[in-house]
């Protein structure tokens, strides 16, 4: 535990520094000048990188000091509870299971996934099958509910940002594809 | 003045085309307002085209109505689940959804319908009573230099707020000024951070150059973290339902806050009348005042009434102010009054100090639709407090991928770039991981918000005073904003050793 607690400011801090530095290495690529401001649009990302570094580094020594002092880290148990919403971390600390790491990879993981095919196969395609996985890892097994709540959100978002507000989704890449969103586009507008 | 608030109330009441644009500005507004991706902004230009065949008293009046209810509109998605309607709503979240959490977000809700009526309503008769003055002090008042102190104030008095510590609060407003350089340079228009050359390879970015808006960092940060942190619990077992409570607040309990109350109002009223700043430092400004005054101040980000009253008056009270340099001066604060300004060059006008000379009726029947709107606005409220809390009946796992759905919706809708939902998601999963390490999601989105406004400020101030700092201190309010903001760091900095050593000191 001490010692989680020693690496976790140290790995904040690092996680700034890295930040910090990838993003200060990208500055001379448009460090231009400009005739009517001497500091030029470098001058203003080059003061919040710096103050991103004193800033991290006083976080940390903040949280050092903190743990030389030898205080109990509230932040710790606040910072689990946050998430959890649970008052107990070491029980919630205690839980893990192979199947929730799974199951919440796959959560965070899926927006990423529907992005990927939305683009290429259509939002209007692709939303319905996106629903359903959510729910899928959302542990929602009837059947009736899978398919109720798809169709209802689904229509909803049809009927909504489609024919209410003429919301331009995309339509995806791919020929097949391409027609099916149209037509679907179509029928919501015109209701043929 | 009486007289011509009657007038202008009898305009809008006695002519049913009136009534009809009057209760479609209202309806459209908290509709829009409420629907997180969709906002006030989107009605407004989906509507400007039609403007041009509206009689112009009409068009104005809509817009202004528009503009009242969809402020308060967004507190709602923002109580019950989380998720900002607009901006201005984000300081609503910290307090309103653990209320909700909590089986209190009627009382939520409730509290968010009175403030935000009281603080319109308050802001509107100010606004009545002394457009022309006070825009005349303000913008004489308030240039560069001001705007750049105002901003470092707003920055340095916000900066903790949501956070575990002071420092993670500091380092969560500077993430977000980083991430408003990405984009052109407000001077030159230099492309920044579109360009990338990491180990040996070069990669360019044209979408970048438009930089990142804070509406889908805003929809990530809090709509798909929550939504993220509500999957895990529910993988984990150990989700628990929030209870739907129907309890409006007591009198009792809003005489308890009046002070927040008044305290908000002064200052969503001045953050209102500068252009730019507006409601959403004035609700961050708001919140973290009745934080630093409150005697409940422990019990603030855990579900206390005080903060959704600071945030929701204060967003509100900065709606009528906002109307001050427009129609006084013909300067707008924030794109809707811009449309407003639009409206009245469609049509020919040009607002500054003779429209009330020159166009009185218009004037007085907005000033009269602004108030009846934020009057409304409890009637209406109380109505959707006894009907929307209903919708947290309504299972998390089915709610939670339309949630998401209609975030992605809104982040493409806002400029059909495809990059916003990337960010958008990619948002969510850092504020999932900067919450569970107590960094404050409200401080990085504060910080991208007025980090492209407090570089534009900082650049001209510069010019105007031919960089010597000094300058600063030659303006008085510039100079007493600069040093309230330091006086405020100081004072966090040593609040926070005093916790440090409270809670070391043994028992």
Same mark, same amino acid.
């Given at each position: /535990?001490?010692?989680?607690?020693?690496?976790?400011?140290?790995?904040?801090?690092?996680?700034?520094?890295?930040?910090?530095?990838?993003?200060?290495?990208?500055?001379?690529?448009?460090?231009?000048?400009?005739? #009517?401001?001497?500091?030029?649009?470098?001058?203003?990302?080059?003061?919040?990188?710096?103050?991103?570094?004193?800033?991290?580094?006083?976080?940390?020594?903040?949280?050092? /000091?903190?743990?030389?002092?030898?205080?109990?880290?509230?932040?710790?148990?606040?910072?689990?509870?946050?998430?959890?919403?649970?008052?107990?971390?070491? *029980?919630?600390?205690?839980?893990?299971?192979?199947?929730?790491?799974?199951?919440? $990879?796959?959560?965070?993981?899926?927006?990423?996934?529907?992005?990927?095919?939305?683009?290429?196969?259509?939002?209007?395609?692709?939303?319905?099958?996106?629903?359903?996985?959510?729910?899928?890892?959302?542990?929602?097994?009837?059947?009736?509910?899978?398919?109720?709540? *798809?169709?209802?959100?689904?229509?909803?978002?049809?009927?909504?940002?489609?024919?209410?507000?003429?919301?331009?989704?995309?339509?995806?890449?791919?020929?097949?594809?391409?027609?099916?969103?149209?037509?679907?586009?179509?029928?919501?507008?015109?209701?043929? | 003045?009486?007289?011509?608030?009657?007038?202008? *109330?009898?305009?809008?009441?006695?002519?049913?085309? =009136?009534?009809?644009?009057?209760?479609?500005?209202?309806?459209?507004? /908290?509709?829009? $307002?409420?629907?997180?991706?969709?906002?006030?902004?989107?009605?407004?230009?989906?509507?400007?085209?039609? &403007?041009?065949?509206?009689?112009?008293?009409?068009?104005?009046?809509?817009?202004?109505?528009?503009?009242?209810?969809?402020?308060?509109?967004?507190?709602?998605?923002?109580?019950?689940?989380?998720?900002?309607?607009?901006?201005?709503?984000?300081? !609503?979240?910290?307090?309103?959804?653990?209320?909700?959490?909590?089986?209190?977000?009627?009382?939520?809700?409730?509290?968010?319908?009175?403030?935000?009526?009281?603080?319109?309503?308050?802001?509107?008769?100010?606004?009545?009573?002394?457009?022309?003055?006070?825009?005349?002090?303000?913008?004489?008042?308030?240039?560069?230099?001001?705007?750049?102190?105002?901003?470092?104030?707003?920055?340095?008095?916000?900066?903790?707020?949501?956070?575990?510590?002071?420092?993670? $609060?500091?380092?969560?407003?500077?993430?977000?000024?980083?991430?408003?350089?990405?984009?052109?340079?407000?001077?030159?228009?230099?492309?920044?951070?579109?360009?990338?050359?990491?180990?040996?390879?070069?990669?360019?970015?044209?979408?970048?150059?438009?930089?990142?808006?804070?509406?889908?960092?805003?929809?990530?940060?809090?709509?798909?973290? %929550?939504?993220?942190?509500?999957?895990?619990?529910?993988?984990?077992?150990?989700?628990?339902?929030?209870?739907?409570?129907?309890?409006?607040?007591?009198?009792? %309990?809003?005489?308890?806050?009046?002070?927040?109350?008044?305290? =908000?109002?002064?200052?969503?009223?001045?953050?209102?009348?500068?252009?730019?700043?507006?409601?959403?430092?004035?609700?961050?400004?708001?919140?973290?005042?009745?934080?630093?005054?409150?005697?409940?101040?422990?019990?603030?980000?855990?579900?206390?009434?005080?903060?959704?009253?600071?945030? %929701?008056?204060?967003?509100?009270?900065?709606?009528?102010?906002?109307?001050?340099?427009?129609?006084?001066?013909?300067?707008? $604060?924030?794109?809707? !009054?811009?449309?407003?300004?639009?409206?009245?060059?469609?049509?020919?006008?040009?607002?500054?100090?003779?429209?009330?000379? &020159?166009?009185?009726?218009? #004037?007085?029947?907005?000033?009269?639709? /602004?108030?009846?709107?934020?009057?409304?606005?409890?009637?209406?409220?109380?109505?959707? !407090?006894?009907?929307?809390?209903?919708?947290?009946?309504?299972?998390?796992?089915?709610?939670?991928?339309?949630?998401?759905?209609?975030?992605?919706?809104?982040?493409?809708?806002?400029?059909?770039?495809?990059?916003?939902?990337?960010?958008?998601?990619?948002?969510?999963?850092?504020?999932?991981?900067?919450?569970? =390490?107590?960094?404050?999601?409200?401080?990085?989105?504060?910080?991208?918000?007025?980090?492209?406004?407090?570089? =534009?400020?900082?650049?001209?101030?510069?010019?105007?005073?031919?960089?010597?700092?000094?300058?600063?201190?030659?303006?008085?309010?510039?100079?007493?904003?600069?040093?309230?903001?330091?006086?405020?760091?100081?004072?966090?900095?040593?609040?926070?050793?005093?916790?440090?050593?409270?809670?070391?000191?043994?028992?």
């Amino acid at each position: /535990m001490m010692m989680r607690q020693v690496w976790r400011p140290a790995l904040e801090w690092l996680v700034w520094v890295v930040l910090v530095t990838v993003a200060y290495l990208q500055i001379p690529t448009f460090d231009q000048e400009i005739s #009517v401001y001497a500091y030029g649009p470098s001058g203003w990302p080059r003061a919040v990188c710096v103050a991103l570094l004193i800033g991290a580094t006083c976080q940390l020594g903040w949280q050092i /000091m903190t743990l030389w002092r030898d205080t109990t880290s509230a932040d710790s148990n606040r910072e689990i509870t946050a998430v959890t919403g649970s008052k107990n971390a070491r *029980t919630v600390a205690a839980f893990s299971s192979y199947q929730s790491i799974i199951q919440r $990879g796959c959560f965070f993981l899926a927006p990423f996934l529907y992005l990927f095919v939305a683009t290429r196969v259509g939002f209007y395609v692709s939303a319905p099958f996106f629903i359903l996985l959510l729910l899928l890892l959302l542990e929602v097994r009837s059947i009736w509910a899978l398919l109720s709540v *798809t169709l209802t959100i689904y229509g909803i978002a049809l009927l909504v940002f489609t024919r209410l507000f003429f919301v331009a989704l995309p339509v995806g890449r791919a020929n097949p594809f391409y027609d099916i969103n149209n037509a679907i586009i179509a029928i919501v507008r015109t209701g043929i | 003045m009486i007289e011509s608030f009657i007038n202008g *109330t009898s305009m809008l009441f006695g002519d049913p085309i =009136s009534i009809l644009v009057f209760a479609c500005g209202l309806f459209g507004g /908290m509709l829009f $307002g409420a629907v997180p991706g969709v906002n006030m902004l989107t009605l407004g230009a989906v509507l400007l085209p039609f &403007t041009l065949t509206m009689d112009p008293a009409h068009a104005v009046m809509l817009y202004s109505v528009i503009y009242c209810s969809g402020v308060f509109g967004g507190a709602i998605t923002a109580i019950l689940f989380n998720i900002p309607g607009a901006p201005e709503n984000a300081p !609503t979240c910290f307090d309103g959804y653990p209320m909700t959490v909590k089986g209190r977000a009627g009382k939520a809700i409730g509290a968010a319908v009175c403030c935000s009526a009281l603080g319109g309503v308050a802001s509107t008769c100010l606004m009545m009573g002394a457009t022309g003055a006070i825009a005349n002090w303000a913008v004489r008042a308030f240039g560069p230099q001001e705007i750049f102190a105002l901003i470092f104030f707003g920055l340095s008095v916000s900066a903790s707020i949501g956070a575990s510590t002071l420092w993670k $609060g500091w380092l969560s407003v500077f993430a977000g000024l980083l991430i408003a350089t990405v984009g052109t340079d407000p001077v030159g228009g230099i492309p920044r951070f579109n360009e990338w050359a990491l180990f040996g390879k070069e990669y360019k970015s044209y979408y970048l150059s438009a930089g990142i808006h804070f509406i889908p960092m805003i929809l990530g940060f809090f709509a798909v973290s %929550e939504v993220l942190v509500q999957a895990t619990n529910i993988a984990k077992g150990i989700r628990e339902r929030p209870k739907a409570s129907l309890d409006f607040p007591s009198a009792a %309990e809003f005489w308890r806050v009046r002070y927040t109350m008044l305290r =908000s109002v002064v200052i969503g009223f001045f953050a209102g009348i500068l252009p730019g700043i507006g409601a959403t430092l004035a609700a961050f400004l708001g919140y973290s005042q009745a934080q630093r005054w409150s005697r409940n101040r422990a019990n603030f980000g855990k579900g206390e009434l005080e903060g959704v009253v600071a945030s %929701e008056t204060a967003n509100n009270a900065a709606t009528g102010a906002a109307m001050i340099p427009l129609l006084a001066l013909g300067l707008p $604060g924030g794109a809707l !009054t811009a449309m407003i300004l639009g409206i009245f060059q469609i049509h020919g006008m040009e607002p500054g100090p003779l429209i009330f000379i &020159t166009s009185g009726d218009l #004037v007085w029947i907005t000033f009269a639709a /602004m108030f009846w709107a934020n009057l409304l606005i409890v009637m209406l409220g109380w109505v959707q !407090t006894k009907t929307v809390v209903h919708i947290l009946r309504v299972p998390f796992r089915w709610l939670a991928p339309g949630i998401l759905l209609l975030a992605a919706i809104g982040a493409f809708a806002l400029r059909n770039l495809i990059i916003d939902v990337w960010i958008m998601f990619a948002a969510g999963i850092i504020g999932y991981f900067l919450r569970a =390490s107590g960094y404050s999601a409200a401080g990085i989105v504060l910080g991208l918000i007025l980090g492209k406004l407090g570089e =534009s400020a900082f650049s001209k101030s510069m010019q105007l005073m031919q960089y010597d700092y000094t300058g600063f201190f030659s303006r008085p309010i510039a100079a007493i904003l600069l040093a309230l903001g330091a006086m405020a760091i100081l004072s966090s900095i040593v609040r926070e050793i005093r916790m440090k050593n409270q809670a070391m000191a043994p028992g």
